[in-house]
């Protein structure tokens, strides 16, 4: 599976971004999808996930309420709503899939290259 992450950009505080994940290969039904991110200086972290077999979603507390995350399997397409973003929402944004809707890290088998988000107060 390749994955590949587009969306990103320079917004200002309490503007929105959809950030899009598109996958090439067989079988992306089966496979729970993940966001993580990257702020500067820090290390991956965990924003949400989606479950592949009855599209159970999971979020990150600091992102609860503000970003939802969706799929689309007929497109192979994974998407990432960021609603009222903040600063602190500033990172390098991954996705990911796996076999399993974990919030870490080393769950998930492939990964985009990842798109920057820059939110300027």
């Known amino acids: 599976v390749q994955l590949r992450a587009s969306g990103g950009g320079l917004v200002q505080a309490g503007g929105s971004l959809r950030l899009s994940c598109v996958a090439s290969?067989?079988?992306?039904?089966?496979?729970?999808m993940g966001w993580f991110r990257r702020p500067p200086g820090k290390e991956r972290e965990f924003v949400a996930a989606?479950?592949?077999?009855?599209?159970?979603?999971y979020y990150a507390d600091s992102v609860k309420g503000r970003f939802t995350i969706s799929r689309d399997n007929a497109k192979n397409t994974v998407y990432l709503q960021m609603n009222s973003l903040k600063p602190e929402d500033t990172a390098v944004y991954y996705c990911?899939?796996?076999?399993?809707?974990?919030?870490?890290?080393?769950?998930?088998?492939?990964w985009g290259q990842g798109t920057q988000v820059t939110v300027s107060s």
């Open positions: 990911a899939a796996g076999p399993h809707c974990g919030l870490f890290v080393y769950e998930y088998d492939y």
């Open positions: 290969g067989r079988a992306f039904s089966r496979y729970s």
């Open positions: 989606i479950r592949w077999n009855d599209g159970n979603t």
